[in-house]
């Protein structure tokens, strides 16, 4: 089992940075991807962005390409997304995910471990 805790999150204006973290402990020895998901109110879970744990390959949806940078601490077992000139848009519940095979997935039932996830709130 892998467990994934999310902090950083909360209340920015458009324009603004703020960063978000995901500490996995337990077995994380398994964990071969880390991805970041996103759920606004009314709205289905989105894929924001992907890391491989190993090679550290990367994969973003499209709306956030060039805002946000996801990276990885394979010696804290964190992972990070950066979000950068942020829009009431991206306003939502951010989860983290892990899974243990090793692909750059945007489905979410691709991913076996989930965090209990943090808000981000950009207002206009």
């Known amino acids: 089992q892998v467990q994934l805790v999310e902090s950083g999150g909360g209340l920015v204006q458009a324009g603004d940075s703020l960063g978000v973290s995901c500490a996995a402990s337990?077995?994380?020895?398994?964990?071969?991807?880390m991805a970041w998901f996103r759920q606004a109110p009314g709205k289905e879970r989105e894929f924001v962005a992907a890391i491989t744990w190993t090679a550290g390959n990367t994969y973003y949806v499209q709306s956030v390409k060039g805002r946000f940078t996801i990276s990885r601490d394979n010696a804290k077992n964190t992972m990070y997304l950066q979000m950068n000139s942020l829009k009431p848009e991206d306003t939502a519940v951010y989860y983290c995910?892990?899974?243990?095979?090793?692909?750059?997935?945007?489905?979410?039932?691709?991913?076996?471990?989930w965090g209990q996830g943090t808000q981000v709130t950009v207002s206009s």
């Open positions: 337990g077995r994380t020895s398994t964990t071969a991807t």
């Open positions: 995910a892990a899974d243990s095979r090793g692909r750059l997935s945007a489905r979410s039932n691709y991913y076996d471990y």
